[in-house]
């Protein structure tokens, strides 16, 4: 990743002129100083995914890139099993329930890379799409399985995508994502679908990590802030972008555009912001026709209950639910909704 300081400079000048709604929410508030700080650094910015410091970025789980050994033994017998039968709950929890033995009967830190090959396997026997990590920003929660590199935050991302997609995903042509962090999740959707329209819309320090790590997997494929912010109110990005797939967009810039996207993606930070939360939500079923929401199961301090969002969206009236399921891959437990306006075809199924 080439470090832009100047850029940086100018996101965070931008944000702090904003009007406050569209600013860091109380939940992130006391991370972006010492966070934009951080990256500051050069060497930093390349160890950005293993930040020693609160980012929302890092995963929570400790470094281990060393070789998982292969599964043997009952481990192996039920992995065989449900990718011969995958259409067989049983056989999947069986395996689950064996891999979940194994991992117990390990130390703190083969635990954790048992978890990820179990969760790489997993994906193979229920059909998730599952890609290698690009290890940009030198991931603190790796493991090379068969001589391939994942990190959980990645298959969090992929498990997404798979939730998603089994709701249909091959009318979308083009993706609004509300907090897309350092562009993981933006990532997963472009490497799928090579003519996807993504538009990355956050707030810095976290909009300048997803620019500079975007630029580095698809040169020549983003649209950067420096042109995002100088286009007046009723602009279009797909217009601005000039055929370019990804666009950067600053959360308080988003209301300036007319453009309307196949699906808005949301990860937790609607949930965050309280009261913020109507006026984005209510942008999203304006200029989206279909929603995917991934928030935690219980409400914390400062977080909204998922009930809330969902009746946010059900007041508009407009749209019909989905999905409302538990999201498996989450530690602390979490929810997946999908909603779709009204009147529109069945979007098929992703191939």
């Not at 279009?236 to 810039?253: E, N, Q, T």
Request: aromatic residues 10%.
């Amino acid at each position: 990743m080439q470090a832009d300081t100047e850029l940086l400079d100018l996101m965070m000048a931008d944000h702090n002129r904003s009007d406050p709604r569209w600013q860091a929410t109380a939940y992130w508030r006391d991370i972006v100083e010492p966070l934009t700080a951080y990256l500051r650094e050069p060497e930093q910015l390349d160890n950005f995914r293993r930040a020693p410091i609160r980012t929302g970025i890092r995963s929570v789980l400790p470094s281990n890139p060393g070789r998982v050994p292969r599964l043997t033994g009952r481990g192996a017998a039920g992995l065989r099993l449900a990718r011969r039968l995958p259409w067989i709950a049983g056989l999947v929890r069986y395996f689950e329930e064996t891999q979940g033995a194994l991992i117990r009967q390990q130390d703190h830190a083969m635990r954790q890379s048992l978890r990820l090959r179990f969760l790489v396997l997993q994906g193979e026997a229920r059909g998730w799409p599952i890609l290698e990590d690009s290890l940009v920003g030198n991931p603190d929660d790796t493991v090379e399985i068969d001589g391939r590199h994942y990190a959980y935050h990645t298959l969090g991302y992929q498990y997404l995508y798979a939730r998603a997609a089994a709701v249909g995903l091959n009318g979308v042509q083009s993706v609004l994502e509300l907090g897309s962090g350092y562009g993981g999740q933006a990532e997963v959707f472009l490497r799928h679908h090579p003519a996807l329209v993504y538009a990355a819309v956050d707030i810095p320090p976290w909009l300048y990590v997803a620019e500079l790590y975007l630029k580095s997997l698809f040169p020549g494929e983003v649209c950067g802030y420096r042109e995002v912010r100088e286009s007046p109110p009723g602009s279009s990005l797909k217009a601005i972008m000039k055929g370019r797939r990804i666009v950067i967009v600053p959360a308080w810039k988003w209301k300036d555009f007319t453009d309307h996207f196949d699906l808005f993606w949301n990860s937790k930070s609607l949930q965050e912001m309280n009261d913020n939360a109507r006026p984005y939500l209510h942008m999203a079923m304006k200029s989206c026709r279909q929603l995917f929401l991934h928030v935690y199961a219980a409400p914390r301090e400062g977080i909204h209950h998922p009930d809330v969002l969902k009746a946010i969206v059900a007041e508009a009236g407009s749209f019909r639910q989905l999905m409302y399921e538990a999201n498996l891959f989450e530690n602390r437990g979490g929810v997946n909704m999908a909603f779709r306006r009204e009147g529109n075809d069945k979007m098929e199924q992703a191939s």
